[in-house]
Every structure is written in structure tokens, then in C-alpha cells.
């Protein structure tokens, strides 16, 4: 398997040289359903986890808003089973029947819900990243780690998953984990991961709009100068020359390793580490979705000409079936000094 970006309409560092400075490579990680082992670079999958060494646990605190029945994992799998057969049957026969009576059965048990959980609560793997598959991943200082293993606790901290980093040397696991402890109780679906492998892509990035001095973000709100691009302009921007940039040109949507943040759900803000003062930098942003309305042009060639197919109501490109935010993105930057500094979460 493989995914392609499709080539950007023009080199925007051509008609801005100010932005050529600023390029930063990325790599887009388009996770597809397979089925991951611990040696594998992947969405949920087993993680490559010591015997000898305790699984993480969050300590909480672990609020209910008595809004939401939390689900177990499994529970959480069974109802994304029985969605996928009720599909593929209306996919045969489209007036049949949406349901069997012991898929209508288990939905009533699982709208039941499972009980608040109490105390600690194992956390989830979320992602597993060997630096083999991702030659842009390298770990914070001195440190000679290969692989990163990303978890999160399954509950709100206080508006997404609170996650936990660990980097390791593959080769110092000699026994691994069989079969890790599950939360009791997931609080949202849209927080279970679903098992996906990456294939990833080299990609170059551009900064934000809302990363740009004032000066460039004149010269990019000036629809004149994006005339020398010839026919590939897409006119329909002329009113609003700089979302061209920020849809099309800056930075990607999706899952990915390194480039620039994605800002706009609030304006940039410093990222410096806690410990040290450093400048933090992009690590891993974990997407509820692949592309959006305002990033078609991202959606892979390979996607574009034989879609993958997804349930009813799934965002594009959401195999991984995350929803953050309804609908954003959680960004993990480090401080480059040390991977004992703590890292930062930014929802965007």
C-alpha cells in the first residue's frame, strides 16, 4: 500500500521567496485498516511493551458529566462490528432489513452503558512509531531511542485524552507484553482507536497564515501578486488570496510527524518548554480526520480514484475512527533539549 499527495498547483516559494527559508519537511503517516503487530509502525495496535515493566496508568481525576454512558473497549468494537454488517448487507440488498434482532439486542445493552470507573485506569495505546519507517522521528537530546509509543488516558483532562510519551530502543525489549490491562470504560468511542497501519509520505510544509509576519501576510492577501502561477490560480480565491495558502500550500491535515502547527482554532501562542524555556517543537499530530471540505486537494491519488470505503457518517479519510473535539486535531510538541521534559498538547 502506498498514499501520494497529490503535487501542490505551483511552488508558492517561487512567488513569495520570503517563505523559502521557512520551508520544514513533514511526514504525512496516512494510517489504512490493517492489522498492526507489536513490530509494526501503527494506529492502536499492540505496542512493542517490556514484560518487566508496568503498564501506565492515569490517576485521574476521572469526572462524569452524566451525559454520556461510557463503553467498554470491547463494547465500543462489538457496536463498530455490528455498524460494518448492517452496511455490507444494505450495500446487497438495499431495502433489507438495517438490522438483526441480536445486533438490535446488543445495541440496547451497549446504549445501557458500563459504570463510572473509580480509581486508576490503564491507559490506551494510541500509536506506535519506529524511527525505521519515519527517518524525520528523532527523539529529544542524546537520547538513542528508534521508537516512540504514544497512550493516552480514554477520559477527558479536561477537554481531550490526557497522553503519556515513551521513548525506547527496540532492540533492549526482549520479552514483550502479551496482553495489557484495558480501561473499564472508555468516555467517548470516538476515543478507542481503531488498529490501522501507516504508510508514510515525505511532504514539505509552509507555516501557518497566522505564523507570518505582517508583511508576508500582506503580500499574500494581495491577489496580484499570485498572478505570475499562471493558469493553475484557482480563481475562486481571488476574493480571499490567503486561504489559497492556508488550504493548499502551508500545512497538512492529518496525521503526521514534524512540519509546522496547524493553528485556528485559537491564534498561535508560545510553546515553550515548562522545565527549560526552549522552544517546543511539532512532534505528532494525532487527526479525527485525514482531509476535510477546505483540504481536498491533501486527499490522497490513490484515494481520489479508489476510495477505501468507511461507514455511514464517518468523516473522509477516518480509519483511524478518532474524534477529537468533534472534529479536531491534538498536536504533541517536546522540548529538543531532553526527553524527560514534559511534552505539550495543543487541540487545534
Excluded at 454520556?68 to 448492517?86: C, G, H, K, M, T
Amino acid at each position: 500500500m502506498s498514499r501520494t499527495t497529490p503535487p501542490r498547483p505551483f511552488d508558492v516559494a517561487a512567488l513569495f521567496p520570503q517563505l523559502a527559508s521557512l520551508a520544514r519537511p513533514a511526514t504525512r503517516l496516512h494510517p489504512l485498516p490493517g492489522s498492526p503487530s507489536a513490530h509494526d509502525s501503527s494506529v492502536g495496535g499492540p505496542l512493542l511493551w517490556p514484560a518487566d515493566e508496568p503498564w501506565p496508568h492515569c490517576e485521574g481525576p476521572h469526572e462524569w458529566d452524566r451525559v454520556n454512558a461510557p463503553l467498554s473497549p470491547e463494547d465500543v468494537r462489538q457496536w463498530r462490528r455490528n455498524r460494518a454488517a448492517a452496511e455490507s448487507r444494505r450495500r446487497r440488498d438495499p431495502g433489507g432489513s438495517w438490522a438483526t434482532p441480536e445486533e438490535l439486542a446488543a445495541e440496547e445493552r451497549l446504549m445501557a452503558g458500563r459504570p463510572w470507573p473509580e480509581g486508576p485506569v490503564p491507559m490506551l495505546p494510541v500509536a506506535q512509531l519506529y524511527a525505521r519507517d519515519i527517518p524525520l522521528l528523532s527523539p529529544p537530546g542524546q537520547s538513542r531511542a528508534d521508537l516512540l509509543q504514544v497512550l493516552w488516558c480514554p477520559f477527558d483532562h479536561p477537554a481531550h485524552p490526557r497522553t503519556a510519551l515513551f521513548w525506547r530502543s527496540a532492540a533492549e525489549v526482549i520479552d514483550v507484553l502479551g496482553t495489557p490491562p484495558e480501561p473499564p470504560a472508555v468516555q467517548f468511542p470516538g476515543y478507542l482507536p481503531e488498529p490501522c497501519l501507516f504508510t508514510p509520505e515525505q511532504i514539505t510544509e509552509y507555516p501557518s497564515y497566522l505564523e507570518l509576519d505582517k508583511e508576508l501576510q500582506e503580500q499574500l492577501g494581495d491577489w496580484s501578486r499570485w498572478q505570475a502561477a499562471g493558469p493553475a490560480l484557482d480563481s475562486s480565491y481571488e476574493v480571499a488570496p490567503e486561504e489559497l495558502y492556508m488550504d493548499m500550500l502551508s500545512v497538512s491535515p492529518g496525521w503526521k510527524t514534524g512540519g509546522w502547527s496547524r493553528w485556528g482554532l485559537t491564534d498561535p501562542m508560545p510553546r515553550l518548554c515548562p522545565s527549560c524555556g526552549t522552544g517546543m517543537d511539532p512532534l505528532l499530530t494525532i487527526a479525527s480526520t485525514e482531509w476535510n471540505d477546505g483540504t481536498e486537494s491533501w486527499a490522497p491519488e490513490e484515494e481520489q480514484t479508489d476510495p477505501t470505503p468507511l461507514l455511514p457518517g464517518t468523516p473522509p479519510a477516518n480509519f483511524t475512527m478518532l474524534d477529537l473535539a468533534r472534529g479536531y486535531d491534538l498536536q504533541l510538541h517536546v522540548c529538543p533539549v531532553s526527553t524527560d521534559h514534559p511534552h505539550l498538547e495543543l487541540i487545534q
